[in-house]
């Protein structure tokens, strides 16, 4: 059991931690490998010896950098290879070479294949954030970003440092802990106070030179003993079996904000409601793409009518005119880059100033990016008000790693800008601690419903949304919509955006009472 209150952050190892790509990984290093050795072997008439999984794999490769990794099996077998330049083609037999190959044949895997992730360890991270605790995801691979986008996990963590990162900062590989304390510096934790959870026993070594709080080893296929030998506080098989201290309730246990709406309506009583809501997947269902979430129209009307009677505005990720351009109800308040941008009906617009500073920095990113990358094509660098996203969706996976380390080498250039990403998009932001429940009281602030007159509800269904249900404890009510359990700070749960307006519909009458 992790108690949430003796610690700020967990940091997951990527392979074999979040995802399935160690055996991805260790497949295709034989695959690379046994074709280099046979070919050696019949050069110098000696006999070929494979590659090994359990063996060599965990012993020299596994937790390594590729080209650590390389060099350090090479060397065990005592092979001698001239290091060559990084533009190197797969087919050289240099270091660099051999590096290329294995990994144009890991990128190929993962794109025909896809990633398997563990199930576990992403019930492990939604509940780590509910209970208030920063997440970050380490990995020695330049490939993390597009595993990440690949299993749709982009999204759950904070801080996320990588293969491209280590090389930018002159980061060592495990099992020194330096790409640890990078997480934990990114985190702005202390040490002492984070979690880290790693297979690998270079990894387990690494979080205990880096004097964590808490070293947790997995060993899926064995070798606990040697794990705990090496500095592991415990050892589990599968993240399932750890829990976090004061686990909140499931969305499966949660009651019905329509079954219960008469529960609800008691605690309305003669308060007047004020109903914020995130877009995506809440008022519009998911789509494949940002660009294809329409509003429905029943939806639409719902809501227009509802913001006739009653203050209602929309807090989300996206950018203020996007957001608006899709719901178009101009009787309604919009908040967009998680309320940094406020805009409603009679022209009113309010930029929170914690944001405005950051204006300058971001037009001289911005610059920057566009001339390191206007050439690669399919890249589009978007300007919005307070962030710059760089997206990469239509680019060949082949150049992601080189755009990253601009990315990577901008932010390091300008410290009041921090590096996050999403589905198929590193952005740089503000350097500042802002989310949607910190927003959503800023815009009942703005709105002059901070009164004990107003009761305020917030409906979402992200994890970023989850500090909104937090901030409303005891203030007012979050409802989460979700059609699997998952745990949560909301209150009541809806199932789907119909479930969503047909609450608002419920809720209607008590706002017309109001007017």
């Known amino acids: 059991m992790i108690p949430a209150g003796s610690f700020d952050a967990i940091i997951f ?3 074999g931690v979040v995802t399935d790509t160690a055996s991805v990984h260790a497949a295709v290093w034989k695959r690379m490998f046994d074709d280099f050795l046979s070919r050696q072997a019949a050069r110098e008439g000696i006999a070929f010896r494979p590659f090994e999984i359990e063996t060599d794999y965990r012993s020299y490769v596994d937790g390594k950098s590729r080209l650590d990794g390389l060099r350090s099996f090479l060397e065990s077998r005592r092979i001698t290879l001239p290091e060559g330049r990084p533009e190197d083609p797969p087919e050289a037999e240099t270091i660099q070479g051999l590096a290329q190959r294995k990994n144009s ?8 294949k896809g990633v398997k992730v563990y199930g576990a360890t992403v019930d492990l991270i939604r509940r780590a954030k509910k209970h208030g605790l920063k997440t970050a995801v380490i990995s020695s691979s330049k490939s993390c970003a597009l595993i990440l986008d690949s299993a749709n996990l982009a999204d759950f963590f904070d801080v996320r440092v990588d293969g491209v ?3 930018l900062l002159g980061i060592p590989g495990k099992p020194a802990p330096d790409i640890f304390l990078e997480a934990a510096r990114q985190l702005q934790v202390k040490p002492e106070r984070a979690v880290v959870i790693e297979d690998a026993l270079s990894g387990v070594r690494a979080g205990r030179a880096g004097k964590f709080g808490l070293v947790i080893g997995i060993a899926r296929t064995g070798g606990r003993e040697v794990l705990q030998d090496n500095g ?3 050892v589990v098989a599968d993240l399932s079996e750890v829990s976090i201290a004061g686990d909140l309730e499931t969305a499966e246990s949660l009651p019905s904000a329509l079954k219960n ?6 605690q309305v009583g003669e308060k007047r409601p004020a109903v914020f809501l995130d877009y995506d997947g809440t008022l519009s269902p998911i789509a ?4 294809r979430a329409v509003l429905p129209e029943d939806i639409r009307r719902a809501v227009t009518e509802f913001s006739r009677h009653c203050p209602v505005g929309i807090i989300s990720g996206r950018d203020l005119r996007d957001v608006r351009d899709k719901v178009r109800i101009d009787s309604m308040v919009y908040a967009g880059s998680h309320g940094f941008d406020i805009a409603g009906p009679g022209g009113m617009q309010v930029a929170i100033a914690v944001g405005e500073k ?4 971001l037009d001289q990113a911005e610059k920057e990016l566009s001339r390191k990358l206007a050439s690669i094509p399919g890249l589009l660098v978007e300007r919005k008000k307070f962030a710059i996203a760089v997206h990469y969706r239509q680019v060949d996976p082949e150049r992601v790693e080189g755009i990253e380390k601009v990315v990577d080498e901008v932010a390091d250039r300008h410290p009041d800008l921090r590096k996050s990403y999403g589905k198929k998009i590193f952005e740089l932001q503000p350097r500042v601690d802002w989310h949607k429940g910190k927003a959503l009281f800023s815009l009942l602030r703005v709105l002059h419903l901070s009164g004990p007159d107003v009761l305020p509800f917030y409906i979402g269904d992200d994890v970023t949304d989850e500090d909104a249900f937090r901030a409303l404890q005891g203030r007012g009510i979050g409802i989460v919509v979700r059609d699997q359990p998952q745990e949560t700070a909301a209150a009541y749960s809806l199932k789907n955006p119909d479930e969503v307006r047909e609450f608002l519909l419920r809720l209607l009458p008590f706002c017309r009472r109001s007017t």
């Open 232 to 234: 592991a506080d415990a």
């Open 13 to 15: 190892d990527l392979d």
């Open 261 to 266: 709406f008469e529960s609800i309506s008691r």
């Open 288 to 291: 494949e793409t940002p660009d």
């Open 105 to 112: 044949d890991f990128l190929k895997q993962i794109r025909e």
């Open 358 to 361: 950051f204006l300058p920095v």
């Open 165 to 167: 990162d280590a090389e």
